[in-house]
């Protein structure tokens, strides 16, 4: 069975950072992609991040980049995402999610995980 679990989220004030943490199980975590959704509320499901199997390439939505870095390690079986600069509008559950892929970018998951809160506000 495939199992998601994030943590790390919290309440952090404006130009804050945080770093999320998803621990991976059920799956080979090492041979495939995954990636960060977020959905604030009254909205829908945004994509937020993508790294494929090795980490060695990645993606980002246009909101977010040069402010969060995505990162994996594979013999953890962990996906992070270091969160700087942090603005209300990040205030979101995020949440990991798995590719169906190695390599290839998707952002449609096959899985996803609980998610976690983060609230950016003074």
């Known amino acids: 069975e495939v199992q998601l679990v994030e943590s790390g989220g919290g309440l952090v004030q404006p130009g804050g950072s945080l770093r999320l943490s998803c621990i991976a199980s059920?799956?080979?975590?090492?041979?495939?992609?995954m990636s960060w959704v977020r959905q604030a509320p009254g909205k829908g499901l945004e994509w937020v991040s993508w790294i494929n199997y090795t980490g060695g390439r990645t993606r980002y939505a246009d909101s977010v980049k040069g402010r969060f870095t995505i990162s994996r390690d594979n013999a953890k079986n962990t996906l992070y995402l270091h969160m700087t600069g942090l603005k209300p509008e990040d205030t979101a559950v995020y949440y990991c999610?798995?590719?169906?892929?190695?390599?290839?970018?998707?952002?449609?998951?096959?899985?996803r995980g609980q998610g976690t809160q983060v609230t950016v506000s003074s």
């Open positions: 999610a798995k590719s169906p892929y190695s390599d290839y970018y998707s952002d449609r998951p096959d899985y």
């Open positions: 059920g799956f080979t975590f090492s041979n495939y992609a």
